[in-house]
């Protein structure tokens, strides 16, 4: 009787295994081995051949330029008179603005606030003497000699 199965390509052995793998029929590769023989994996994570030392970069609080101004501002109230008070207190509030948005990267909120100061001072005193004039002038007893 003549066998219905076509030819067996594991080899010429004439019982059939489902389960045999075939001879040659997939690459060896050369597996490390440990010093008991055994199969181990190549490391998940291999070191770097020399260390590698970052140095930390230092930088400095960057000043806010609009701060600076305000306080110059500010200090030239007591030689100009009033005439920088606002432009100080405009310029602070500006600096303070910029220098809460930036997250700590700029500083100089204290000349931001020397310079408010000062600038609501010179303005607090100008109004002071335009009050005072203007009470002078409508004061009851002031009157124009001729």
Not at 11 to 24: A, M, V
Not at 66 to 90: D, H, S, Y
């Amino acid at each position: 009787m003549s066998n219905p199965y076509p030819p067996d390509p594991y080899g010429s052995s004439s019982s059939y295994d489902p389960y045999r793998q075939p001879e040659n029929s997939y690459p060896q590769y050369n597996r490390p081995e440990n010093s008991y023989g055994q199969y181990s994996p190549p490391p998940l994570y291999a070191p770097p051949a020399q260390p590698v030392y970052i140095q930390p970069v230092i930088v400095g609080q960057q000043t806010n330029g609009k701060a600076t101004a305000a306080m110059i501002l500010g200090l030239l109230v007591f030689v100009a008179w009033f005439l920088t008070g606002i432009p100080a207190v405009i310029l602070g509030h500006m600096a303070l603005g910029e220098i809460n948005a930036s997250g700590g990267m700029q500083g100089g909120r204290g000349m931001a606030i020397t310079g408010l100061v000062l600038g609501y001072i010179s303005i607090a005193g100008l109004g002071c003497i335009c009050l005072l004039f203007l009470l002078g002038a409508l004061s009851p007893g002031a009157s124009p000699r001729y």
